[in-house]
Nanobody, 128 residues
Framework: QVQLVESGGGLVQPGGSLRLSCEGT??????IGWFRQAPGTGREGVSC????????YYADSVKGRFTISRDNAKNTVFLQMNNLALEDTAIYYC???????????????????????RGQGTQVTVSS
């Protein structure tokens, strides 16, 4: 199975922007998303999106600042992060539903629960 591989993390000042990329989805990947985990905390769902774009979810803490998107032709998922804050510091993980699995994403929990494929993560550090 093709692995999910994230890139684009790094060090940025507060108020700055980063764009994370994730390669390794397939044309029949229904749901895609991102999680993050900060030191000493549990995993947090950041965003989840269906292939049809019918449903997109964001954590309250990132609404209005982060945007998830996908390029189906390139099997790549993106997370545009703007106006970054200190509390956004975390390891960010790309996630996807299994190839070919049809997922009903009408509820936010169902979307995140479908994301059982995970990448190795990319570090995002926001610091002045």
């Amino acid at each position: 199975q093709v692995q999910l591989v994230e890139s684009g993390g790094g060090l940025v000042q507060p108020g700055g922007s980063l764009r994370l990329s994730c390669e390794g989805t397939t044309s029949d990947t229904y749901a895609i998303g991102w999680f993050r985990q900060a030191p000493g905390t549990g995993r947090e769902g950041v965003s989840c999106k269906s292939r049809s774009d019918a449903t997109t979810y964001y954590a309250d803490s990132v609404k209005g600042r982060f945007t998830i998107s996908r390029d189906n032709a390139k099997n790549t998922v993106f997370l545009q992060m703007n106006n970054l804050a200190l509390e956004d510091t975390a390891i960010y993980y790309c996630a996807a539903s299994p190839p070919g699995a049809v997922v009903v994403t009408l509820k936010e929990d169902a979307c995140y629960n479908a994301l059982i494929r995970r990448g190795q993560g990319t570090q995002v550090t926001v610091s002045s």
